[in-house]
């Protein structure tokens, strides 16, 4: 095993922040304006 941890470079870090944090912010936004967000997604994802 490798005695130096895994590195990120910063562009690395901000990816892997935002496929977190954008399928909470669409599904909050779709709550926020009325829709069921989750299953806005489900039928994306059908389709």
């Known amino acids: 095993?490798?005695?130096?941890?895994?590195?990120?470079?910063?562009?690395?870090?901000?990816?892997?922040?935002?496929?977190?944090?954008?399928p909470i912010a669409y599904i909050a936004a779709s709550y926020y304006n009325g829709e069921d967000g989750i299953q806005k997604i489900k039928q994306l994802l059908r389709a």
Do not use: N
């Open 1 to 22: 095993m490798s005695k130096h941890p895994v590195r990120f470079t910063g562009f690395t870090r901000f990816f892997l922040v935002m496929l977190l944090v954008a």
